[in-house]
């Protein structure tokens, strides 16, 4: 059994503990490997549907050799969702850390803990990263808003086949940059082709893939706002602890000046009197 000491001991050290914890920085954490998480995992699959897509329904084939083609440019696309995911797994852990160090620092002002002004640099640059990244994560939300454009024309068109009937709509690919201009490759709702398309589940499963990942990526963008509110904060808080730890440093040195004057004139005066 643990008296009452060690419990109190025990209890007080938690407190301090939960008390180091950066919780805003920990809500943005979380935030952003969410949205990073859905953007990657759901981007990945619903390329990989599209190449599916594109080679069942629209009977398309890869082209031989170094030729720039739709499919190449997602492997590519492939690629760079591999490295976003691996960029800002680390990128968060950073921030995390940051978040410890500037919490701590501000927590332990009147203590042995000092603010350096490597801190302040790091801080700033952090802000100044963060806030490139989240221009970047609003590109990539614009560009993840086209292939959702793109589907939900190709659902819509899907959707009215069923309502009206006898028409004949069709899509082609080349008003969506897809294929050049001297490239045909259209698909029309009387083809067997798009009715199996329609039919199928893979199409409704892309499309809201999707969606899916336009949510992760503007989840994404809002975790990066975040972020520069606290790193605003917290480069605010260094700033006046800084302040603070210069002046207790000025203070105590014109106390430690007035002391040594008056033991230097009670010397004199004690000699004078001798």
Known sequence: PFDL????????CCIKCLGGIPYASLIATILL????????????EALSGTV????????????????????????????????????FFVYGILL??????????????????????????????FIML?????LAWLGVTAFTSLPVYMYFNLWTICRNTTLVEGANLCLDLRQFGIVTIGEEKKICTVSENFLRMCE????????????????????AVIAMVHYLMVLSANWAYVKDACR??????????????????????SKERLNAYT
């Open 5 to 12: 000491e060690t419990l109190n001991s025990f209890r007080n």
């Open 200 to 219: 199928s589940t893979e199409l409704n499963m892309t499309f809201h893939l999707f969606i899916v990942a336009l949510a992760g990526a503007g989840a």
């Open 130 to 134: 963060t806030y490139l990244f989240m």
């Open 96 to 125: 995390m850390v940051e978040g410890f160090f500037t919490t701590g620092a501000i927590k332990d002002l009147y203590g042995d803990f000092k603010i350096t002004t490597c801190g302040r640099c790091v801080s700033a640059w």
């Open 33 to 44: 490997y969410a949205g990073v998480a859905l953007f990657c995992g759901c981007g990945h």
């Open 244 to 265: 603070m730890q210069k002046y207790e440093d000025i203070k105590s040195k014109e106390e430690q000046e007035l002391h040594d004057i008056h033991s230097t004139r």
């Open 52 to 87: 599916n897509i594109l080679q069942t329904y629209f009977e398309m084939a890869r082209t031989a050799g170094d030729t720039l083609d739709v499919f190449t440019m997602i492997d590519i696309f492939k690629y760079v969702i591999y490295g976003i995911a691996a960029a």
